[in-house]
């Protein structure tokens, strides 16, 4: 589950991680009364406004139609009222969202930590996340932190470092010191990072976080390391013991079909193909598009409709998948093993039934526990339903079906 910097900052801090002071808005004035606020308590003349959406690239990307970033500077209270204004409700295009953008609902305005003169400081980056390839946690860092740390991954390799954490003893202190040493780090600077990256980690397990990525860390000219940005997404398999985090979760940042299928708990993610897909099973789903694929289509979805599949289930799926306008037809593809091939085909020609006139060709492909009885349901229904028993068989129905 992605959340949003202000959020994630919120849980550095209960972790004692050092970070730039801010105050989330949604409103204009609200992002006036943060400014203020932020003056009391960090004594700072200069804020910097921020969009809140789940998308990197922020500072180099554009409202739609305007010249507005995602992130600003504002020098007076005016400037915030008016940048503020500028970025609610627009559009925010970065090279994380695509040509769609996303919607800024919510602002994030964070007191200024460049110290004034300091026309050089320091901007570090680091990121901790699961290696699968070693299963073991890895700390990234480099000492070219900033808005192109992904041209610096790409195009200078050698100046990013890895440190591989054992599951088993842990992070352990000499690895901090590693890390700060391969940052060039040394003095008041090298204390505070050790004990930055060390809590930083903590956050990290204590979190059940899948990835933490701070970019920049900001040293600054008397030594202290703080995180200027906060990126964090977190395991949803662990929500259930986070309820405050859990409460974090923002619907308004997620595909509205995602949303839908999680309400009917079908596990759904939209692609950009042109056929339905709708199976049980992640692994026969991960099949099921190769099989398109193959056929010359191009799958529009992964849909999980569980070993459970009955009439309601199915409905929820074909409402969803129709939803997306790319659809040209649609495969169901169910291997009747703890639920009966009959019983799926009747849950099929019910759904059929209750959403109406269907536009798009339908293929089902029923394997297993009852196959022939439910092809037989779906040849006698009298709907526009083609059925089918072997997988080449379906795979060829859905080249015919798409030209």
């Not at 959340?3 to 730039?20: D, R, S, T």
């Not at 956050?203 to 040293?219: H, T």
């Not at 596990?267 to 099973?281: H, R």
């Amino acid at each position: 589950m992605n959340i949003h910097e202000y959020q994630g900052k919120e849980i550095l801090k209960k972790y004692n991680v050092k970070i730039g002071e801010g105050i989330y808005a949604d409103t204009p004035e609200g992002a006036v009364e943060a400014a203020k606020k932020l003056s009391e308590t960090t004594g700072t003349k200069v804020w910097i406004v921020k969009a809140q959406i789940h998308a990197g690239g922020r500072g180099k990307g554009k409202v739609i139609g305007t010249e507005v970033r995602g992130v600003m500077v504002a020098k007076t209270l005016d400037e915030v009222r008016e940048k503020s204004k500028a970025l609610l409700g627009g559009t925010l295009v970065t090279i994380q969202t695509g040509e769609q953008g996303k919607v800024v609902n919510k602002l994030l305005i964070a007191a200024d930590v460049y110290y004034p003169g300091e026309t050089q400081p320091k901007e570090l980056y680091v990121s901790i996340l699961l290696d699968r390839g070693t299963g073991q946690n890895v700390i990234i860092a480099s000492t070219e932190g900033g808005m192109d740390i992904e041209e610096v991954a790409h195009s200078t390799p050698e100046k990013i470092t890895k440190e591989f954490i054992d599951p088993l003893i842990g992070f352990q202190g000499f690895q901090a010191r590693k890390i700060a040493f391969g940052l060039g780090l040394t003095g008041p600077a090298f204390k505070d990072f050790v004990v930055f990256i060390t809590n930083l980690y903590k956050a990290y397990i204590g979190a059940d976080a899948s990835m933490i990525e701070i970019n920049p860390v900001l040293k600054t000219s008397d030594g202290q390391i703080l995180a200027v940005d906060a990126k964090i997404s977190l395991d949803d398999n662990a929500l259930y013991r986070h309820p405050d985090l859990a409460a974090y979760r923002d619907i308004t940042e997620e595909d509205p079909l995602e949303v839908e299928a999680g309400e009917n708990n079908l596990n759904y993610v939209k692609l950009d193909g042109n056929v339905g897909c709708m199976v049980n099973g992640a692994g026969l789903a991960m099949a099921t598009m190769d099989v398109i694929k193959l056929s010359g289509g191009e799958p529009a979805n992964f849909l999980d409709v569980g070993g459970g599949a009955n009439a309601k289930t199915v409905e929820a799926g074909f409402r969803i998948i129709l939803k997306d306008p790319n659809v040209k037809a649609i495969l169901i593809n169910i291997f009747g093993g703890i639920v009966r091939c009959d019983r799926v085909a009747n849950g099929v020609v019910e759904a059929y039934k209750a959403i109406g006139d269907i536009k798009v060709p339908i293929i089902v492909r029923l394997q297993g526990t009852n196959a022939e009885e439910g092809a037989k349901i779906i040849n006698e229904s009298g709907l526009k339903v083609s059925s089918a028993v072997l997988l080449k068989d379906a795979a060829a129905l859905v080249k015919k079906v798409i030209g």
